[in-house]
């Protein structure tokens, strides 16, 4: 048996590969090994119609979105891709509204359409994806760090770092984030090689440079790609300064162009789309002040920097908590309006803090990553850079949560820990100074504890905050003074120990401290929910589900979103862009407001509802919890009732009711009699087009479908195309041609063995 053929030698080169592609699976284990859907199922469950008991973890709202959002887009994008018909209407909620111009369906992500092609269950679909793409993330981690002239033990610290990381795991049930992110540190790995080598190699870092940003931002998360290529001009710029040859711009701009154009297809209906958002508004400098009041990291949340539980678990109820007020022991949402683990999930642990001390500062490829850490972590703060960003892009202003942005600063001290483990942690053997490297983890955590007890000083309740802060911090304190002394051990033996393989064992720390904190319960998980029966194919339905809370569960009713996952039509819903006509449609009908005063992106029907112009929307029934005087009798289910609604219906003409055919996720047949005008009353957009009786008919109406039928029985075929479309195809196109010239680069290497300051020299000179 030869070398290469030799097993176990192909196992020890690529140990520590595999050790960054299985390591996920550890904190998706439920998902995984005890066929769980990722999300906190069991929250949801508790409400009506399945009235499950209520569950042991608290409530926390932002990963419910992912149990009632995400499943429901996702579930929706398979079947359209597993059926061959694009997925580009969700005809389901919100008297249907568009799928793919809502970027977070990631209707065109590849990945998506491959899982859908091949028929993968949904829940399992959601599972493999995570799995993915967190092991993805932690190899473009540990590829950046290496490209920077770490090594092979300093790439695992920093990828495994990253894919375990607090900000990662509360992130996951809300895939489009984990998606978008993971695609991140390869776009700035390729971003910095590019400015770094020549000829061929340059060439396929530009290729990859195209692909890694077009994955990014089809992923979903307009917000995060953002984030990435900002963090992609900062490396860039520095890669052109550091290494100093401007020809490198060439296939530096055609990457990031023919990224961006292979997305367009998925940009472009998102654009046009936004036009029509209900959020869309002028910034204004009262409009930024609220921005940065409600949506930046507050100083006390820095805190949580070396240990990402000091400020409470969101998945653990506090100590202080009783039955009849039950309480996670996250307490910062008490103090900061809309605060959310998630959200400022900064803390990277003691281990990542001290050897990021040791990155070598002096080699100026460390600069670019310091650079986008602190300004990652001053527009977090607030700061005034955000201005920038404010009034000078498009549509910032109606970004969510500024403290976001955390994930660069995470991510660039994963990358600075790898640089410091790459290199021999030395220090005088005698003094003082010698016990630095220890002193630097406790010092971050007693900064961390002292940053912790100042959350209570600005509060209104202070006195009743103090117990939760005191009981939080007992409650943290056993696992981060275990990871302190695992730390100290690390770091020990790093300096002391040339035996390669105790010097391994450094790679595997990152997961011992995560596995301590949070890794094994931070990603929500449960049962998927039971089907519900909802009315006759086609008919529509309005819930009743207000109110709706931040902070506990509500008593709900089939919540936003899941009846598209039992394919249930639904007048509300919950999308991350609504259109104006749509959410003014709704406010008409209940009189005031739809949206609940814990998320302006969920419209309900409210109880006090006109009940004439709810039936002329189409709904049929009204589910509700409640009583409601002036509707016939409902048919009483458990712990809810059907209210039946007299009214028109979906689809109707003069002469009576139109029936509802054929629908899919890009059309609609309905067969009525004419003559007179017929109504769909289904939400008419850019992009429809309609054909009666197979002749192309102009479609009228503003807020319905409406066509004029002559007498007799007629079929009208409705279709659906996302306005921008076409011309994201074209550039697509396009973005496959610049692809293909990296094939044929033409640039030769230097001779020269160094990546930084390496020159480019045309193949045809001298």
């Known amino acids: 048996m030869t070398p290469s053929a030799n097993p176990h030698s192909w196992f020890r080169r690529n140990v520590l590969f595999l050790w960054l592609v299985l390591l996920p699976l550890f904190p998706l284990w439920r998902a995984v090994f005890l066929g769980d859907a ?73 990945f998506h359409i491959l899982l859908g092609v ?100 089809l992923a979903g998360h307009l917000q995060f790609a953002a984030y990435g290529l900002i963090a992609t001009g900062i490396i860039a710029l520095g890669g052109l300064i550091i290494n100093r040859d401007l020809r490198a711009l060439l296939p530096l701009g055609l990457g990031i162009v023919a990224g961006c154009a292979l997305a367009l297809p998925h940009i472009l209906p998102v654009l046009e789309y936004g036009k029509f958002s209900h959020r869309r508004n002028t910034p204004t400098m009262e409009g930024y002040q609220g921005y940065v009041r409600f949506g930046a990291l507050k100083p006390f949340e820095l805190g949580t920097l070396p240990w990402a539980t000091l400020q409470g678990d969101p ?12 309480l996670p022991s996250y307490w910062p949402s008490l103090v900061k309006q809309g605060a959310n683990f998630a959200e400022s999930a900064i803390g990277v642990g003691p281990l990542v803090l001290a050897l990021a001390c040791f990155a070598p500062w002096r080699q100026r490829q460390a600069w670019p990553i310091a650079i986008i850490a602190v300004i990652a972590l001053l527009l977090a703060l607030g700061t005034p850079l955000n201005m920038a960003l404010f009034f000078g892009v498009p549509g910032w202003s109606s970004t969510g949560s500024l403290a976001r942005v955390l994930v660069l600063t995470v991510m660039m001290l994963c990358v600075m820990a790898g640089l410091g483990a790459s290199k021999p942690l030395t220090w005088p053997e005698n003094g003082l ?46 696992a981060m003074l275990l990871g302190l002394i695992l730390t100290g051990a690390v770091l020990f033996f790093f300096r002391r120990i040339d035996e390669p393989r105790i010097k391994l064992a450094v790679a595997f720390t990152p997961f011992l401290l995560a596995a301590i904190g949070y890794s094994s319960h931070l990603v929500p998980t449960g049962k998927p929910l039971d089907r519900v029966i909802g009315p006759a194919s086609g008919q529509r339905i309005a819930v009743i589900n207000d109110p709706w809370s931040l902070h506990v569960a509500s008593p709900a009713l089939l919540p936003p979103n899941t009846p598209s996952l039992n394919r249930i039509h639904d007048l509300g819903g919950y999308d991350s862009l609504l259109h104006r ?58 712990q809810y009732k059907v209210y039946p609604l007299r009214g028109p219906g979906r ?78 195809l074209m550039g697509f196109a396009f973005g496959l041609v610049l692809c293909a010239g990296f094939l044929v680069f033409p640039y030769r290497k230097a001779a020269s063995n160094e990546n930084v300051g390496a020159r480019w020299v045309p193949e045809n000179s001298q």
């Not at 016990?435 to 209104?460: D, E, H, K």
């Not at 407001?593 to 109880?607: L, Q, R, V, W």
């Open 651 to 728: 689809a109707s003409t003069p002469n009576g009711p139109a029936t509802i055919g054929n629908e899919t996720l890009n059309s609609l047949t309905v067969t009525a009699p004419g003559p007179g005008r017929l109504t769909v009353r289904d939400r008419n957009m850019p992009g429809w087009t309609a054909t009666v009786d197979g002749k192309p008919v102009p479609i009228q109406g503003t807020l319905w479908r409406e066509f004029d039928l002559s007498p007799g029985s007629h079929q009208v075929t409705m279709n659906y195309s996302p306005p921008g479309l076409s011309t994201g």
């Open 38 to 110: 990722i999300g906190p199922y069991d929250q949801v469950r508790q409400m009506a119609p399945w009235n499950g008991p209520r569950p042991e973890q608290p409530w926390d709202v932002l990963p419910v979105d992912g149990a009632i959002q995400f499943s429901a887009w996702r579930d929706l994008v398979f079947q359209g891709w597993g059926r061959g018909e694009p997925p580009f209407w969700n005809p389901y909620q919100l008297a249907g509204t568009p799928l793919m111009a809502n970027s977070q369906s990631g209707a065109f992500y590849p």
């Open 581 to 638: 006509d749509t959410v003014g449609l709704l406010n008409d009908i209940n009189g005031q407001d739809s949206a609940p005063e814990a998320n302006g992106n969920i419209m309900f029907i409210k109880p006090k509802f006109d009940a004439r112009k709810l039936a002329a929307a189409g709904v049929t029934q009204v589910w509700t919890r409640q009583d409601i005087p002036g509707l016939r009798i409902p048919e009483v289910k458990e």
């Open 118 to 217: 091949l028929h993968c269950p949904t829940f399992l679909a959601i599972t493999l994806l995570a799995w993915f793409h967190l092991a993805v993330a932690g190899l473009g981690v540990s590829a950046l760090t290496r490209k920077l002239g770490g090594n092979a033990l300093g790439a695992v610290v920093a990828g495994s770092s990253f894919s375990l990381s607090a900000f990662m795991l509360a992130w996951t049930a809300l895939p489009s984030v984990i998606t978008t992110v993971a695609w991140i540190p390869w776009v700035l790995m390729f971003a910095w090689t590019v400015t770094s080598t020549c000829g061929r190699e340059a060439g396929r870092a530009g290729l990859g440079l195209a692909v890694s940003i077009a994955l990014m931002m």
């Open 433 to 478: 100074r010698k016990w630095l490297p220890y002193g630097i983890p406790i010092g971050f955590a007693i900064f961390g504890v002292v940053f912790t007890q100042q959350g209570s000083a600005s509060a209104q309740n202070a006195e009743a905050l103090n117990p939760l802060i005191a009981a939080s911090m007992t409650q943290a304190m056993p």
């Open 315 to 326: 998945r653990v109820e506090s100590s202080r908590s009783d039955a009849a007020n039950p």
